[in-house]
């Protein structure tokens, strides 16, 4: 049996597993116990909710497919439940400073120009929780009636919205109490954020600027609180609420209710599936079989540990559609080995950061659910679409390898594998395997929905793990599956985030003017598509994945729709693109996880990374110009 595991860091969210401080004056110890307290309270809830929708959902699949009798209600509970673990693990993930933010400008500063960056990010957040809480009262006020299937009164879905913010605001408060100077910062924050609250409530609208279209108040707002290094799920929010204030389309309420709305989707419950079945993938020891696969399969290559690296995040991919995830566990398993056979430990942690852009390019890919949520594009096809372009990315990342294996003399071509090894390493990961061909065969033939595709996924990686092969106890699936619904919901509140910035984006005309200003100024697809990829390069370098991709999918698809590029292609190439930022400066998150892992400095790692991007860009103009590499399997199966 594995060795049983407690709380510990989850490097897609960013947050950390808290532990109960017992240092300090007994004031704080106190407070710090009750941040312990209410953090496991609130992530034991998610927990238990993200459980229950779990058994919902699968209980709703089998009665479809086996009794022909689908449960009515069970999709109008699973999104009640979703939203409720939304905004819970969204206030946990506040209390554990474990949201995505761009901190470039607080780590360019030092000294008091540092200490009133965090102030001012920390009343930012403070200012969006106070709204949380008070116009979500408003909201749970006006809300009225029933809900069709459940026939639950509508006000008891929104009422998390005002305890969130309570919530959220106490976990943020108490955060890092060992040290009382971070707690008299946050204790003033809240204070500023409160007067700033009273106030803007009885001037608005502002004045000065409540002349302003709501898109530049709302893009100004926007830009300044991610410079201050707020985080960006806050970011999109805080912007709209704040020109609530300045005379918005929208009141504060609506703001909310819209948000709500924005993430409660049924495709959109694909994610914490999908992502928790990666994390039991790993905690049941299942990725190994992978590992141990691919290098019966390409392990003998000049630079073998390299393509054994490339191989297993293909394929890990195509189950867990989580690249952090991917990133830290094959750092811990194959760059250790890597180093001791003689690969220098940057290049390493750069094949590893490189080869784990392959999970968002392989469905079920996590971005294509993000990208489906605010395109109208079918996610069977863009799940299918991502087949070629994945396969076609695994290929030159594995050239450049062997390239570089060459060049620098890394591990010599080693005799073949027997068929025997191979065989048998392969039954030893079919279990695994046999998930792939169930996901994409049943999504592409329309018998299971992402949703659905997502939830059997799950379980079975559960029954996998927990029974078969006994590779964890209770104790260990309860710590682990609690952090991942937590983490699930901070990747969720920021879809949720995003739905009323694209909202005001879209009333004010901004993408329709954009569409209108290129269609004048550009001439072909092929150049558009060019413009595009240099703006998200630059974009993805300092923006997560997701954030990104929320912002930047509304305002280029319809560019690219009226120059007739397909939605899938375009889909694609946008995942590539932005996410390639993660190996590149200053943000680089898996470059950064891995560096973390490894105990390796990030710069030399980004250097080596340089030969892998180059490779990637060249993958990225070849699916611009060849739309069939994104199109044609969907084609060619019928």
């Known amino acids: 049996m594995a060795e049983e595991s407690g709380q510990g860091e989850f490097p897609e969210s960013g947050g950390e597993a808290h532990v109960d401080p017992r240092t300090g004056p007994a004031w704080l110890a106190a407070l710090g ?72 400008l607080a780590e360019m500063t030092e000294g008091r120009t ?56 106490l976990l943020l408060l108490t955060n890092d109490t060992e040290d009382v100077r971070v707690f008299m910062r946050r204790m003033a924050a809240l204070i500023l954020a409160g007067i700033t609250y009273v106030i803007l409530e009885a001037v608005a609208p502002l004045p000065v600027i409540s002349g302003w279209s709501q898109s530049s108040v709302m893009l100004g707002a926007f830009f300044v609180l991610m410079l201050i290094g707020t985080p960006i799920s806050f970011c999109l929010i805080g912007s709209v609420l704040f020109t609530t204030w300045t005379g918005g389309l929208l009141p504060a309420q609506a703001v909310l209710q819209n948000a709500v709305a924005g993430a409660g989707k049924f495709i959109l419950l694909a994610i914490p599936f999908f992502l928790s079945a990666g994390y039991l993938l ?28 490339v191989l297993n995040s293909l394929m890990l991919g195509g189950v867990s559609g989580s690249t952090s995830a991917d990133a ?20 390493s942690c750069a094949i590893t950061a490189a080869s784990a852009l392959l999970p968002n390019v392989v469905p079920p890919a996590i971005a294509m659910l993000v990208f489906a949520s605010v395109v109208d594009v079918s996610i069977a096809r863009l799940f299918i679409g991502g087949v070629v372009p994945g396969l076609l990315l695994a290929a ?62 799950l379980f079975y990686v559960f029954l996998l793990g927990k029974f078969v092969f006994r590779e964890y106890s209770w104790k260990s699936f309860f710590h682990n599956f609690r952090e991942c619904g937590v983490e699930g919901a901070t990747v969720t509140f920021l879809i949720a985030a995003s739905a ?10 901004v993408p329709q003017d954009l569409v209108a200003w290129l269609s004048e100024g550009v001439e072909g697809r092929m150049v558009i598509f060019l413009l595009m990829t240099a703006f998200l390069l630059v974009i993805g370098m300092f923006l997560d994945l ?4 929320l912002i930047t999918a509304p305002l280029f698809m319809p560019v690219l729709s009226s120059f007739g590029v397909d ?24 470059v950064f996880v891995s560096a973390q892992v490894a105990r390796v400095e990030p710069g030399p790692i980004f250097r080596a990374a340089i030969p892998f991007i180059i490779a990637t860009l060249v993958v990225i103009l070849l699916l611009e110009a060849f739309p069939v590499l994104t199109t044609g399997l969907w084609d060619l199966l019928g």
Not at 40 to 58: E, G
Not at 116 to 126: G, S
Not at 282 to 302: W, Y
Not at 500 to 509: E, Q, T
């Open 114 to 169: 540092r200490h009133a960056l965090d102030l001012l990010r920390d009343a930012a957040i403070f200012l969006s929780l106070i709204a949380f809480a008070t116009k979500g009262m408003v909201l749970v006020e006006t809300v009225g009636g029933t809900s069709p299937s459940l026939h639950w009164p509508n006000p008891l879905r929104y009422s998390v919205i005002p305890a969130s913010g309570v919530i959220g605001a």
């Open 567 to 590: 939605p899938v292609q375009a889909g694609i190439v946008m995942i590539i693109a932005l996410q390639l930022g993660g190996v590149t400066p200053p943000v680089g998150i898996l």
């Open 282 to 309: 790993n905690l049941g020891g299942l990725s190994t079989r992978l590992i141990d696969f691919a290098g019966s399969l390409v392990g003998h290559f000049r630079g073998g540990l390299a393509h054994v690296n």
């Open 328 to 347: 830290a566990t094959t750092t811990k398993i194959i760059v250790p080995e890597m180093v001791k056979r003689g690969y220098s430990p940057a290049f």
């Open 546 to 549: 997701t954030p990104a991709m």
């Open 396 to 457: 030159a990342l594995m050239i450049t390898s062997y390239i570089i294996a060459r060049v620098r003399g890394y591990e010599a071509a080693s005799k073949r594998a027997p068929a025997s090894k191979i065989w048998s390493s392969f039954l030893r990961a079919f279990p695994v395997l046999l998930v792939v061909v169930v996901v994409l065969g049943g999504i592409r033939f329309g018998v299971t929905t992402a949703t659905e595709a997502g939830v059997m996924t």
């Open 500 to 509: 009323p910035f694209a909202w005001v984006l879209i009333a004010d005309r």
């Open 33 to 104: 116990r009750l941040h312990f307290g209410l953090d496991w309270i609130t992530s034991t809830a998610v927990f238990v909710i993200l459980c229950v929708m779990s058994l919902v959902v699968l209980t709703g699949v089998i009665t479809r497919y086996v009794f022909n009798d689908a449960l009515s209600w069970s999709e109008e509970f699973a999104l009640w439940s979703f939203t409720w673990i939304i905004f819970l693990g969204a206030a946990v993930g506040i209390g554990r400073i474990g949201h995505v933010s761009m901190s470039l």
